[in-house]
């Protein structure tokens, strides 16, 4: 298979996209498309600075890679779960670290779960029994991404979600009809209240695969082992099940996610009487929140 | 023969297929993995020539960017 611009051996084959391109050729669609949807989304502007939520996977290295080519005003954060389970957590970081060492002008900043509320995500999964692992990682996660964007008076979060990622959520709720998730997927989620951060997901037009073959056409050393909790993950099915449907029908999964978003938007689904949320604002941290007096994250560490 | 390497495996298997083909062989969903051969990356229509070795890297991430999933939307 050959490039389309040029001709040479193609490295990447895009079947969604009917287009192969060299290794060269693919780096520079590939950050060029990541500034159009940025763009298109209005995202963030070019004179914000952008706070990247990095776990030392692909796709947040990948977007921090992109970000920093790219010229925006970035920093990365880290979280230290406290994952043990084969070091994860420490082999993550340390990927993290290697990244920054690299001589691309990118600066991070860690916070420690541990240390800094005095129990890793495990630990506290296990004194929560009853609450699933993924769940309070993502709640803990949140949390602190969301305090870190605003303490640090950053316009937005970048988060390395991929369309794999999006369809694979997407199917998810469309499974269990979940109208309320159904209304606010999207590839950015706006601020809807002074402290709660605007999210953004610069990756989201991209398959999986593609953001895999740019970490390794630019030979970022990423974390390639699952999370250890992830094994048999439904989120994996899922990503499964959507693979065996592009391998039959090329551009299933794009057509899946895109089309929804197209759909919602001009037939106006799930956008019915719904409450809008009345965020105040957590007793204790001061973060948004539906709850009276504290939030999920307060509750869950017996803060008062 | 060729090699086919994933995830700490290796098959060997007969020249002249494409790299699609071996992908299957194995057993795997050529959506699902990317072909590395001599450290390059080569798209799955590469047809594997005798003493090739080529490696299968996974693409499909259960890493901690996952777990946001789990709850949509803050739970708050």
Known sequence: MKCRKCGGPAAVNMRQHRLALCGEHFTEWFISRTERVIEQYGMFAPEDRVLVAVSGGKDSLALWDVLLRLGYDVEALYINLGIAGQHYSEESKARVEQFASEGRGAGFQVVDVKQTYGRSVPELARERRGREMCSLCGLVKRHIMNRVTYEGGFAAVATGHNLDDEAAVLFANVLRWQTGYLARQAPVLPSTHPRLARKAKPFSRFYERDTAAYAILQGIDYIYEECPHSRGATTILYKELLNRLETRSRGAKQQFYLSFLKTRHEEGLFSGPREELDLGECENCGQPTTAPGLCAFCRLWGMS | ?76
């Open chain 2, 1 to 76: 023969m060729i090699k086919v390497v994933y995830r700490g495996k290796a098959w060997e298997l007969k020249a002249g297929m494409t790299a699609r083909a071996a992908i299957k062989k194995v057993g795997l969903d050529p959506e699902s993995v990317l072909v590395v051969r001599d450290g390059e990356l080569v798209t799955d229509d590469t047809i594997l020539k005798d003493g090739d070795e080529v490696r299968l890297i996974a693409v499909i991430s259960g890493g901690a960017e996952n777990c946001f999933h789990r709850k949509r939307y803050p739970e708050r």
